[in-house]
């Protein structure tokens, strides 16, 4: 394997990239390799509006990167015997008003995203508050068949962390993960007070132009902690080498082995709060966050004890399309070579935009819709940063209804005989939207998977 010389080269290679790649106002960049060997850098700006430079040592949101630290969290609870794997997640916490039409669904299953139960529309930014809507929606099929993230399923893992570490959730991530790993720049929880420390994040609005984003205060277990670059990559060490000690060994190969098979040939699935993949030709472990303003990823090659991890100030884009994803893939590729003793690859062409989705067909207007399904067209909305409004339009056909998301997702509306709509084309999907409080003729609110959104507008 080579030395620190041609690590440092890589990491040379790969800032010159970052800097011609950057997509969002700044970018935070931690990297690791064997032998306890890291190094930071940064690039672009922490507020667009002073221009200050982003620092490697800024602190940001890790959003859904959290979620492996509260599976790190209670997979030490469980080594410790204070939890079951397999438990009912009602036997920790009785209270949870979540529907079991096909058996229990366990601490396990939650922590794969195997529970069947519905995504989450972060309504709240207390997690009792989002566990308390899952009273609207039921699991669309047994627990542990098939994978469907779900964001409300880790703020319900917190509550059963904090309950089973007899302490808040604050406490269990700093005793359990931040504290072993030496994380001392970060925050367990997202604060008021910890905003003053933080980058400033940012949303694009229409034409390009990136304003502040709003900062939500959270303890929920499905992202709340903030982290220095250096910090993270101290957690994805952890992750990947095993240093420091965080997990057991079989405990840590339970949590990087995917709950359900992954396909043959590239592909991906998803272990014990980390997402598992083989897309670039060798196993790679990790996973990605965002919220209102911020994204990163924390990558790491368990093979090579390489790891990238990147905290950027401004809105995710999809991977093909992102350039802190082409980051973070392109500099695991360079430090894998490293490491290895290979030539290191050619830097990727950058990501062509993708076409614009199309729209209605001209001329489509409610009024075509049969029955009462045109009362429904109309934009309703709610006091939530991660989905501030949702739309009710016709279909492609005239004939139906789709619902359409903040970043332009759609999703049709399939009427159900006991009434409401399914969400999605799966037939089995958990996901519902009703429509209540009909004045005039109209509904003035649509529930989304237990939230409500008011009518705002046609």
Known sequence: MAGSAALMGAAERLEGFARERLDVPGLAVGLIGPGGWRHEFAVGVADVASGRPMDPGALLPVASISKAMTAAALLREHQAGQLGLDDPVHDHLPWLPLPTPFGPVTVAHLLAHTGGIVIGMEGSPSPVAEALALGRTAPGWPPGERFSYSNVGYAVLGLVLERVAGCSYAEAIRRHVLDPCAMTASEPVTTAEAQ???????????????????????????????????????????????????????????????????????????????????????????????????????????????????????????????????????GLALLRAAVLGREPPADPPPAVPGSPAAGPPPGQVAGELPGDLAALVGTYAAWNPWVPEVRVRPDATGSGLVLVLPEGDEEPLTPLAGGGFRLGDDPDSPERAEFTTVIDGRPVQAVVSGWPFDRIGP
Request: with cysteine.
């Open 196 to 330: 003053a420390r933080a980058a400033t994040g940012h949303l694009e609005l229409d034409g390009g132009a990136m304003v502040p984003a709003p900062w939500v205060p959270t303890t929920a277990g499905s992202g709340a902690t903030l982290c220095t670059a250096a910090d993270l990559g101290r957690f994805l060490r952890a992750l990947v080498s095993g240093d420091p000690p965080l997990l057991e060994p079989a405990t840590r190969k339970r949590m990087l082995t995917p709950a359900l098979p992954l396909p043959d040939g590239p592909g991906s699935g998803y272990g014990l709060g980390v997402k598992v993949d083989t897309e670039a030709g060798y196993r790679r472990i990790g996973h990605q966050g965002d919220c209102p303003g911020y994204s990163g990823y924390a990558h790491g090659c368990p093979e090579t004890g390489a790891g990238v991890v990147t905290l950027g100030n401004g809105p995710w884009r999809p991977p093909g399309a992102s350039g802190s994803w082409a980051v973070v893939d392109h």
